[in-house]
């Protein structure tokens, strides 16, 4: 009689579940609606482009470089590293690209949201808006013009969209699968029915 308790509960868990992603994995079939009745008038916003890392060395470099690309006026974005532990050689490799680089106290507690809140402490500049990417992440050349024009519709927060970098053999395809599978369910499907978006 106990276990077959249990085994209801997880039943009903798991049913939950089960309509939970259902509910989301239809509602991303729905083509998102956006405010255009905006009047802000469209201007070239100025962004912080901030990219924190722990000991990202092998892949940080790669990342600035499609930053420091962009189609958009040099004058009005500023791409920072947030270094914490990298070698001195990547620090200045950077730093010749055009990239700032923060340098983390080496006492700091060791975590991405501390990262970034030092350094908005420490940081004098106003901006209109700040893009958060990780030390891996590689952004097209006109993320920020099209981040410029979402933003000056009225949008206040902007979920960019994740697709893996390569399919070259079995895992990396099944890894992009699973960002295909997220941004529908997780991303569209929430925003679909109103909802904010899973932040990744």
Do not use: W
């Not at 579940?17 to 405010?35: C, P, Q, T």
């Not at 420091?68 to 001195?88: E, N, R």
């Amino acid at each position: 009689m106990f276990l077959h308790i249990i085994l209801y509960i997880l039943l009903l868990i798991l049913f939950f579940n089960a309509i939970y992603l259902l509910v989301f994995s239809i509602a991303g079939e729905f083509k998102l609606k956006y405010n255009t009745d905006y009047t802000h008038p469209s201007k070239q916003l100025n962004f912080l482009i901030l990219l924190p890392g722990y000991k990202e060395d092998a892949v940080i470099l790669k990342s600035a470089e499609s930053v420091l690309c962009q189609q958009y006026q040099t004058s009005h974005f500023t791409c920072v590293v947030i270094a914490d532990a990298f070698m001195s050689k990547t620090i200045e490799a950077l730093r010749e690209k055009g990239a700032e680089v923060f340098e983390l106290p080496a006492n700091e507690k060791r975590n991405k949201a501390n990262a970034i809140q030092l350094y908005l402490k420490n940081c004098s500049i106003e901006y209109d808006a700040c893009i958060i990417l990780d030390a891996d992440n590689c952004v097209e050349a006109d993320l920020l013009q099209r981040a410029s024009d979402y933003f000056n519709k009225g949008v206040r927060i902007l979920q960019a969209r994740r697709v893996a970098k390569n399919e070259e053999n079995s895992l990396s395809r099944l890894d992009s699968l699973s960002e295909i599978i997220n941004n529908h369910i997780f991303r569209k499907g929430q925003r679909t029915l109103g909802l904010s978006a899973c932040l990744i």
